[in-house]
């Protein structure tokens, strides 16, 4: 996410870096190239031009001179300047309403559907009981496509059979919601060209009929320059309340959410991260500037961390990992916590590694998971008993193994040799996580510790 | 129930009251009395596009200057063709700019994009007659993929030819039975398996084409992000099966781009036409603002012919690309 743009800038702002001192000349390079950076990032020329001009500004005040370091001050100034583009701080969702109606809108294949439904999962974890609403009559099975979802995350789905009345629907779903004790009506409508003077009249109806507190627009994080105008059409015919920027797990640079924040004042609520359920994450304009500068967004991964780890097998692994009692069956829970934390790419992502461009995590996280693979498949092969107890794993299991998975011997020999080696780096790494978790905040330091995530390099050679 | 109908107007108290009819209507009208009204003004705001823009731009003056083709740059980025296709377009210009006179712009423009989108290939589909004609449908999350092709099913249907159409997006809930609506209503077969492997169900679906001696399959595929490793890997896997199960037979591989795309539509093309050898695009989504600039780029920087476009949802809404009315509708 924002890749290409927090790379660019970081390339600009290492230029700059070894001047003493901001000249006029290496100024307007600089601006020049931030320029280029946000217009290749699709954020709004409008937009970019006012942004420029703000930092053009602040270059020329009196602020230059109290710097640290030029290179220093451009980075506070530009990440200053975004995370005040991006809309300030985030409100969180409305609880007005008996029920609470909460209206889903967008261009089609925006990603309504998918994101009401992480929605209602969202606001279920927060003890609302939601009530997903059918609302998209037009588009081909719109209506079996939100029953599926709901079914998957077990959350009910109100339709009206027949009808093509969207007042009928919504109406009916409030009176259902009543007599059944749902306190959130989340409904999804079709996707509508803006343009479209139909259909917008029959948001604004429901608008006017409704008074949902929340009116939610849904932008696909890959939008164009054309993000701007649709964003503000959808705002001025319906005063939205806030903004859901989806898809944003891709590389897109994303400059639409800074576009659409600046034009329209309503603050991205949430941003879309993955084709998963649970993949909705707050957004915060804060670390997303910071993530652009190349900061890495470790808060993010700290509490998506905390969302999805068990605590308690947390602790008890911890245990054991610090005694070497580790297992190959521990070792495949933990694959599955990390798995429910995010791709690996995704993960390296946040994580604030120096030198580690998009390419190279990329490739990482492509050779990590094929590895994994392999290694799930040498574990499933084995009994039970040699997953708690690899030591008795000799000869003649081995061939076992990998006659079960496909491997050859020497491949799952090598693996147990470094499981065992992993077993003594975990204890080491467990005495880490327990001062992380004393302190996350100096996480990022601590990434670049002896002993820290720069020890594992080199430690596992990729399985051949 | 509540309704709160005049919020807006004369912030009148909300009401409660179950004789609605009247009421409702009265909203009706007055809610699409307010929204038409504005939106006409908007439609107008965006129909000024870029060439009259330029002609302003270049009414009162005798010569191209600088400036002049700056603020051109900038209209060009607006419409989403990207820096670079734009920046080389100005600076060719710029090199001729003492032998053009500024109300010949506009038509130099549009002669430079006709170039660029004529000479990524041929605008027409690839089709053999007898003989299985295989079309592979691949492109990111809600581009219009599905839609696109009961469209395009429509047209064959209508040129009597053979069709089936693969439901490989076997991920997707519900899309399986959005595309077999379509199916319906275009007339022809469709295949497909829930949970299944979509490459078996391509698989399936070959034999299936072959046994039946059809004329065309088009291959629905899951959206998917170009930055999802195993998700491409599936794709090419798909690929590989149509490669080994009917060599020759793949007509034509096509990438889907929604016209409201930006910049990263060309890193959407690059990694799938790695992937599947992808040989055309179709944008979809014209009838809405955008004007679709991405795909100059496309075709310039990966050598892609631009071959459908979309212009709305019903089944007959697909038209052939033309290099010439598309760039009209950018500019003019």
Known sequence: ?464 | MVFNLFKKKDNQKKEDNQDTLQQEQQANEEAFAISVGSLKEKVSKTSEGLVSSIISLAKGSETIDDDMLDDIEDKLIVADIGMDTAVEVIEKIRGQKNSIRPEQLKDIFKQEFVQILRGAGSNKINLKENQLNIILITGVNGVGKTTLIGKLAHRYKSQNKKIIIAAADTFRAAAQEQLEIWADRAGVDIIGKYDSDPAAVVFDAIKKSKDESKDILIIDTAGRLHNKFNLMEELKKIKKIIDREAPEALAESILVIDANTGQNGLKQAQVFKEAVDLTSVAVTKLDGSAKGGIVIGISKELNLPVKLIGVGEKINDLKDFNAEDFVSAVFD
């Open chain 1, 1 to 464: 996410m924002f890749d290409s743009l927090s790379d660019r800038l970081q390339d600009i702002i290492r230029k700059t870096s070894g001047n003493d001192k901001l000249s006029d000349d290496n100024i307007s390079d600089t601006l020049r190239e931030i320029r280029r950076a946000l217009l290749e990032a699709d954020v709004s020329l409008r937009v970019v031009k006012s942004f420029i001009s703000k930092i053009k500004d602040k270059v020329a005040g009196e602020e230059v001179t109290k710097s640290v370091t030029p290179g220093q001050q451009l980075v506070k100034i530009v990440y200053d300047e975004l995370a005040e583009l991006m809309g300030g701080s985030n409100t969180p969702v409305s609880t007005e309403g008996k029920p609470n109606i909460i209206m889903l809108f967008g261009l089609q294949g925006s990603g309504k559907t998918t994101t009401a439904g992480k929605l209602a999962i969202k606001l279920r974890k927060e003890n609302r009981n939601p009530l997903l609403v059918a609302a998209d009559v037009y588009r081909p099975a719109a209506v079996k496509q939100l029953q599926t979802i709901g079914k998957q995350i077990n959350i009910p789905v109100f339709t009206l059979d027949n009808s093509s009345d969207v007042r009928n629907i919504v109406s009916s779903a409030v009176a259902h919601a009543r007599e059944n004790g749902f306190n959130t009506l989340i409904v999804d409508t079709a996707g509508r060209l803006q343009i479209d003077n139909e259909l917008m009249a029959e948001l604004v109806i429901l608008e006017r009929l409704f008074d949902p507190a929340e009116k939610l627009l849904v932008i696909d994080a890959m939008t164009g320059q054309e993000s701007i105008n649709v964003a503000e059409s959808f705002n001025e015919h319906l005063d939205v309340t806030g903004v859901i920027l989806s898809k944003l797990d891709g590389d897109t640079r994303g400059g639409a959410a800074l576009s659409i924040a600046h034009a329209t004042g309503k603050p991205v609520k949430f941003i879309g991260m993955g084709e998963k359920l649970d993949a909705l994450e707050a957004f915060y304009p804060d670390r997303m500037a910071q993530r652009i500068l190349g900061m890495g967004d470790i808060v993010s991964l700290v509490e998506k961390a905390q969302e999805s780890f068990d605590i308690d097998s947390a602790k008890e692994l911890e245990k054991k990992m610090r005694k070497s009692e580790f297992s190959l069956e521990d070792f495949m829970k933990v694959q599955k916590q990390m798995k429910a934390l995010g791709s690996m790419d995704q993960i390296l992502g946040m994580l604030p590694i120096p030198g580690l461009n998009k390419d190279a995590r990329q490739e990482i996280a492509h050779v990590g998971e094929k590895q994994l693979k392999r290694i799930e498949a040498c574990i499933q092969s084995m009994t039970p008993e040699e997953r708690r107890n690899p030591d008795i794993i000799k000869s003649s299991r081995k061939k076992r193994i990998a006659l079960g998975s496909g491997l050859p011997v020497d491949e799952v020999n090598r693996f147990l040799k470094e499981f065992e080696n992993m077993r003594k780096m975990m204890k080491q790494m467990a005495d880490l996580s327990s001062n992380m978790r004393k302190n996350p905040k100096k996480m990022s330091s601590m990434m670049n510790m002896p002993g820290g995530l720069g020890a594992l390099k080199g430690k596992f050679p990729p399985f051949k």
